[in-house]
């Protein structure tokens, strides 16, 4: 009886229970489930559950109660291990508000609190509440936010406690926010380790607006971490912080490459392809990040799917790569409704070579690297994605370089499907999207700080149903970013806002170059653009009453000049607002744009046949326009010394019918289709009798495969390539370049390898 007084007189700060309500499965304690009994007891009351696993998800509704097993009673910690909460997946084990306590139970299998759209808090949710967690086990909980335990708005008590094995977008183990606030027991510390999360793996706290000071037995490492321990301030004036003392790690990572496949076991070494780990996740917590020698996480070919026992999201580490089998790519599948890939707050983080497929009900963004610094995304492609919350997250990112990454079928009901947010600076290159739909946001919403380079991009057949623009790109607030937009394919697609694309560039001069939007539908504009701007060799060319809108602006003036574009029913299609300031510079012509294709839904329709008004319609001096070496499709940008009109050059070739065969008459080297999907033709006219090497390299500079060599007589050869390497293995999508070496002479060609 003293050890109970005692027990109690904790837990309850000296308030002794008036009435004990005891939980037994088989009936014979009064209540056989805990929360009958919580329902009949008042404040200061205990509830006492004897051994069992109890299916429940208990809510304390605001009582100031204790529920505790028999470890309560008799000191003995053999009873947190048989006395079970088990959430069964469908929401939060525990849920409590006011002055209460849990003591000595195992808490698992909880899916969270629903809260708008998201789940917080797996095992325990915790809001308004002074609450005491002592002498738990929580594991093998999942939430959006704090997989094990999510605490808002309240002082938490932690006592005795292990949290691990739970899973989170955010906080695997514990998520704190607005306002929340822990005391962790210096004598009966608790261990918080091997937890699951896209940020904060083990613990996150964000705007707490206090210190909360972790004293921790064991963590995941024994030094505290980012990785696993994180506090981030989404606003800078708020005082909260994390402090640490940690006495002991779970494990130590290791500096080294390590392997990952479908067959392999996560009691290998993964130090060898020969040994490869089996979870991807398991290699990315494994491996330590290394800023002088970073190391690289290699994904073999294969499914790797979370009913099979992958973790997702996959967190990455700074200073640390994960790079997918280049030929065949390893394709990720993710049913738990958090996001694929998170890169955040991560430095120096590369990803490349992967296929992200078929995952539906995201509860959270498909991709994200916002925060970083040097992260590099590329050869992704994200295919039937269904539903989800957002897209690819760039929010607050420097130096980011996106390249290769293609979406495909890809639907966000409220949001942006595509890239969206505020970046300092990246590079978008060789990217595209097709058929993304959109209610609630843009494809693409980018906001740039210091620097944005767009360069090589497709939209095609998109269509976005409520009032929001296919594309908008813009300077952020009172930032004076350069913005270059090269190459730019929008076509086919729909909005039934004001204009299909909108462009803001207000304090420094920005330049769209070589890009062509075609047939496609808004309510007014296919362009609506205000600011700084040089627009050259542009095809506007859609299914709008006007083609380009510049309106008023009541802060800044809009000063555009215009050269070399063609313009569908120019001048009257440009309709300009004052005070704006807008001089056409060179020949602006309205003309049908003489596209090869008849098919709107397919990119290559948009190339220009040989008798096309755009071809050597260009400006001549492209200086400062910051163009590719390369056209849309691969050819050079600059072709017989003049640069055409739109985002496609016309390379000599004679188009009798679509994708039909070149005709050549010097010395050329043609791809055809380019992109292309299986094969592809590659011919090339010699003037006179020679020696031929015909080679394929990709974009790293290794050979590929060799097609021809040997002595040729003059005229016109084909060869074909069926996007195979020299091994008859299939090669990934993305860039290469075919390569002919004739006698002294070397001429090569850009290919788009599209699957």
Not at 158 to 173: L, M, P, S
Request: with cysteine; charged share 15%; glycine share 8%.
């Amino acid at each position: 009886m003293n050890r109970l007084l005692l027990i109690i007189a904790l837990m309850l700060s000296g308030s002794l229970f008036a009435v004990r309500h005891n939980v037994k499965q088989d009936g014979t304690g009064g209540y056989s489930t805990i929360q009958a009994a919580i329902n009949a007891a008042v404040n200061g009351d205990s509830v006492i559950v004897y051994p069992g696993r109890y299916y429940e998800n208990i809510d304390y509704s605001g009582k100031s109660i204790t529920v505790a097993s028999l470890e309560a009673i008799t000191g003995n910690p053999a009873y947190r291990d048989s006395t079970i909460i088990d959430g069964n997946h469908s929401g939060a084990c525990v849920k409590t508000s006011g002055n209460s306590t849990i003591y000595g139970f195992t808490i698992q299998n909880g899916s969270g609190n629903s809260t708008a759209e998201q789940n917080y808090g797996g095992g325990l949710f915790i809001n308004n509440s002074q609450f005491k967690l002592f002498n738990c086990i929580i594991k093998n909980n999942r939430a959006y936010g704090g997989g094990g335990v999510f605490v808002a708005n309240s002082t938490v008590q932690f006592k005795g406690t292990e949290i691990y094995n739970n899973y989170a977008n955010g906080g695997g183990g514990i998520f704190f926010v607005n306002y929340a606030n822990a005391v962790f027991d210096s004598g009966q510390r608790c261990s918080v380790y091997a937890n699951y999360a896209g940020q904060g793996c083990d613990i996150l706290g964000v705007d707490t607006w206090t210190a909360i000071h972790i004293l921790l037995d064991m963590a995941t490492l024994s030094y505290a971490d980012d990785y696993y321990l994180l506090f981030k301030k989404n606003s800078s004036t708020q005082p909260g912080y994390f402090t640490y003392n940690i006495l002991r790690g779970y494990r130590q990572e290791v500096n080294h490459d390590l392997y990952v496949s479908p067959l392999g076991d996560d009691n290998n070494s993964g130090f060898t392809p020969d040994e490869p780990l089996k979870t991807i996740t398991w290699a990315l917590h494994k491996i330590a990040p290394d800023s002088l020698n970073p190391k690289t996480v290699y994904v073999a070919s294969g499914i790797y799917d979370s009913g099979m026992g992958q973790i997702y999201p996959l967190a990455m580490k700074s200073h640390a790569r994960l790079i997918g089998d280049e030929i065949n790519r390893p394709v990720l599948i993710n049913s738990t409704f958090f996001g694929n890939i998170h890169c955040v707050y991560r430095r120096n983080a590369i990803i490349s070579n992967f296929i992200l497929q078929g995952t539906e009900n995201l509860k959270v963004g498909i991709m994200g690297v916002p925060y970083c610094v040097t992260a590099q995304l590329s050869n992704i492609d994200v295919i039937d994605v269904t539903n989800t919350i957002m897209g690819i997250s760039l929010s607050e990112s420097r130096s980011l370089t996106l390249r290769n990454i293609r979406l495909n079928n890809v639907t966000a009901p409220n949001n942006s499907p595509g890239f969206y947010g505020t970046v300092y600076s990246a590079r978008i290159e060789n990217c595209s999207f097709n058929n993304c739909y959109s209610y609630g946001g843009q494809i693409i919403n980018i906001s740039a700080r210091d620097s944005l380079y767009v360069s090589d991009v497709s939209l095609t057949n998109c269509t976005v149903n409520g009032i929001k623009t296919l594309i908008q790109i813009n300077n952020w607030e009172t930032s004076t970013p350069t913005i270059y937009i090269n190459n730019l394919l929008v076509a086919n697609s729909s909005t039934q806002f004001v204009a299909a694309v909108v462009l803001n560039s207000k304090h420094t001069t920005s330049y769209l170059s070589n890009c062509t939007f075609a047939n496609n539908s808004a309510a007014s504009d296919a362009l609506s653009i205000t600011g700084k701007w040089n627009i050259s060799n542009c095809i506007f060319s859609n299914n709008t009453p006007v083609e380009i809108g510049i309106p008023m602006t009541v802060t800044f003036q809009t000063i555009i000049n215009f050269t070399n574009n063609l313009i569908k029913n120019f001048p009257l299609s440009v309709v300009i607002s004052p005070p704006n300031i807008v001089t056409f510079v060179q020949d602006n012509l309205d003309a049908n744009p003489g596209f090869t294709g008849t098919d709107w839904t397919d990119p290559l329709s948009y190339r220009l046949r040989h008798d096309s008004p755009c071809i050597d319609a260009g400006t001549r001096d492209i200086t400062g326009l910051n163009l590719p070496a390369y056209d849309l499709y691969g050819n050079l940008r600059v072709y017989n010394g003049i640069i055409d009109i739109g985002c496609h050059e016309w390379d000599g070739t004679v188009n009798l019918e679509n994708n039909s065969a070149p005709v050549y008459s010097d010395v050329s080297l043609a791809v055809y289709p380019n992109p292309f999907r299986s094969d592809t033709n590659i011919n090339y006219v010699l003037p006179n009798k020679g020696t031929a090497c015909i080679e394929i390299y990709n974009i790293k500079g290794h050979r590929i495969k060799s097609l021809d060599n040997g002595e040729k007589a003059a005229g016109q050869h084909t060869i074909s390539w069926d996007g195979k390497d020299s091994f008859g293995k299939p090669c990934a999508s993305g860039v290469y370049f075919c390569k002919m070496q004739y006698n002294n002479k070397s001429i090569s060609k850009k290919l788009i390898l599209m699957k």
